[in-house]
């Protein structure tokens, strides 16, 4: 997300940005801020050095994205989309686990 609203920024900057497109991204970037802010206000004041990993770490992401090919983000979009098929079949295996194991009393 933080991602996303760097690149509305950068495309504030182009000829792409017209009046409709403005109106329709202002309504994200404000929707986007919004949720971004909630949720550093809800981690930064858990713990401050996470935060900052996080936000080094999508300062680095967006930079390298920022030079791919559209072909290569296809291919990571379809990487990324596997590792959440992935992830989620996990916690389901984990939840089937839990729910079927024995009781200890």
Not at 7 to 13: G, M, T, V
Not at 41 to 45: A, K, M
């Given at each position: 997300m933080q991602a996303l609203a760097e690149?509305?920024?950068?495309?504030?900057?182009t000829p792409v940005y017209r009046q409709s497109m403005k109106?329709?991204?202002?309504?994200l970037e404000e929707d986007?801020?919004?949720y971004l802010k909630t949720l550093s206000?809800?981690?930064?004041?858990q713990d401050e050095e996470i935060m900052m990993l996080i936000s080094r770490g999508i300062d680095?992401?967006?930079e390298a994205l920022a030079t791919w090919h559209?072909?290569?983000l296809a291919v990571l979009e379809d990487?990324?989309?596997?590792?959440?098929e992935q992830f989620k079949q996990?916690?389901?295996?984990?939840?089937?686990?839990?729910?079927?194991?024995?009781?200890r009393d």
């Open positions: 690149n509305i920024d950068e495309l504030k900057n109106n329709r991204l202002n309504l986007l801020s919004l206000t809800l981690f930064w004041g680095k992401v967006t559209p072909s290569q990487a990324l989309n596997q590792i959440e996990t916690i389901e295996n984990e939840q089937v686990s839990e729910a079927t194991e024995p009781t």
